[in-house]
Nanobody, 122 residues
């Protein structure tokens, strides 16, 4: 399974960018796709996850401005980020695994993409 994230870049505070993650290889072997982020000088943090087939989703409590969705026809998972703030600046990585979508631990995911940097200017 390979994951290719895109959609990052420099945005203004208040913008609503959307990140994309294309899943290739054997997506039928995975159950959950999630987004993690890592801000400069901070630990990696779980943001949201979605089940690949059933559409169930799970979010970090503070991720109420974000929406995760998937388009199975395009093998793509999206992260809609609404009204971004400077503290949302981070490298966002999409990951996949065969475990539960309620697993917010990075070690629970088997496949990692390269990440896409989102920089929010004030």
């Amino acid at each position: 399974v390979q994951l290719q994230a895109s959609g990052g870049g420099l945005v203004q505070a208040g913008d609503s960018p959307t990140l994309s993650c294309v899943v290739s290889g054997r997506p039928d072997s995975i159950y959950a796709v999630a987004w993690f982020r890592q801000a400069p000088g901070k630990e990696r943090e779980f943001v949201a996850a979605i089940s690949w087939s059933g559409g169930r989703s799970y979010y970090l409590d503070s991720a109420d401005r974000f929406t995760i969705s998937r388009d199975n026809a395009k093998n793509t998972v999206y992260l809609q980020m609404n009204s971004v703030k400077p503290e949302d600046t981070a490298v966002y990585s999409c990951v996949a695994g065969s475990g539960s979508i309620y697993n917010g631990n990075p070690s629970g995911y088997d496949y990692w993409g390269q990440g896409t940097l989102v920089t929010v200017s004030s």
